[in-house]
């Protein structure tokens, strides 16, 4: 039986009374490569193999707040298993919550290159950029903590709970594509169809996008009405409107338990389409000259669910089949 490996990782959630209800330590992540920018809890980090992950984040208190906790002040509040659709070891992910007590010392920034900022935030209002599966988690303990007695030094335990992340998203690549594959020339799109893009409008309004940094700028702007994750691996990227990702699963992690629409343009949809279930292709009459082209549709592996032909295109939906016709 084939086995997938799974990264565990250890996170302290310190808390302390605040004027308006308890708050909670965090850190503004720096140059770590993963999820730069954002509000996270304010230590955490791997398991390492032969730790126990109790010993883990009093390692990483000691480490990144110069904080010293023994195991025995902290205890499981949350664990949120992660997976993800494009797989991968890395990917699949047991994130294990911890709470401490008694904490004595002034915690501080040890690593100025990975933490930008130290501070406390009312676990009520966390800052819109916490890392979305870090606020999953920190809400869960907000709204089914134990109580104020938590908030006052008392050792008083959650009920440990498990949260799930990622399992119940769904990818869509929605593309217009001419009758070669053809559907850009890297830059811009080959033709001009206004009610194709009433349909793109339609298909994803209220929706989450995920797009190349090539598709950003070909369109130049966020679309209303969606939210616009973009992925780059330059770090310094950052446009108004767009979510940041410097990787495709951070971008997927970021976009959360819903069906997320890829929007292009070549390199994503090549990286992504073995794990879409659903293509909404604007077949178009039209053979452009461009470098830029979809990943060809197996129909063994994709089935046509549906077919609405307009003059000079037709919109078709493809499904995923569940076995392979032989
Ligand atoms: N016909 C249609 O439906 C349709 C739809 C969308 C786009 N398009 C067309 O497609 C063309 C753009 O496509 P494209 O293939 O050139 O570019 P793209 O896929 O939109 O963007 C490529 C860029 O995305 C980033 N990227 C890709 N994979 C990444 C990963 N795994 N991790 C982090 N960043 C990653 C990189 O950005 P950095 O270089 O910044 O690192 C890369 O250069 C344009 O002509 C556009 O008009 C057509």
New binding site residues.
């Given amino acids: 039986m084939s086995r997938f490996p799974v990264v565990p990782a250890a996170y302290l959630v310190l808390t302390r009374p605040g004027a308006s209800g308890p708050e909670v330590l965090l850190q503004l992540r720096g140059a770590t490569g993963y999820m730069e920018g954002r509000w996270a809890c304010a230590a955490a980090g791997h398991v390492e193999e032969g730790e126990p992950a109790d010993r883990a984040v009093c390692r990483e208190a000691a480490e990144e707040l110069g904080l010293t906790i023994e195991p025995s002040q902290v205890s499981l509040a949350a664990v949120l298993q992660r997976g993800c659709v494009l797989g991968g070891p890395i990917e699949q992910r047991i994130d294990l919550f911890f709470t401490a007590t008694d904490v004595t010392g002034d915690p501080v920034i040890t690593e100025p290159d990975k933490a930008l900022d130290l501070r406390w935030w009312p676990l009520a209002t966390l800052p819109d950029n916490t890392v979305p599966h870090e606020r999953q988690a920190l809400e869960h303990l907000r709204d089914h903590g134990p109580g104020a007695g938590a908030h006052e030094g008392r050792h008083t335990a959650y009920a440990p709970t498990l949260l799930t992340r990622g399992f119940d998203q769904t990818l869509t690549l ?4 001419g009758r070669n594959g053809v ?8 033709w001009h169809l206004p009610e194709d893009l009433a349909f793109f409008k339609r298909t994803t309004m209220g929706g989450v996008l995920v ?6 700028d ?1 369109i130049g702007r966020a679309l209303p009405g969606r939210r616009t994750i973009v ?4 770090r310094d ?1 950052s446009a108004p409107g767009a979510e940041v ?4 699963p951070e971008a997927l992690d970021i976009a959360g338990d819903t069906e997320v629409f890829i ?7 090549e ?1 992504t389409i073995d794990v879409a279930s659903r293509l909404v292709i ?1 077949h178009v009459e039209q053979e452009p000259e ?1 470098a ?1 082209t ?1 990943p060809s549709i197996d129909p063994r592996r994709w089935r046509e669910e549906s077919r609405d032909v307009q003059d000079g295109f037709a919109w078709v939906e493809y499904l995923r089949r569940t076995t392979t016709p032989t």
């Fill in positions: 929605v593309a217009a594509v559907i850009g020339d890297g830059s811009s799109m080959p797009m190349g940094r090539g598709t950003w070909s992925v780059t691996r330059d990227w990702a410097h990787s495709l929007a292009g343009g070549g390199q994503v949809y990286q604007t461009g830029v979809f």
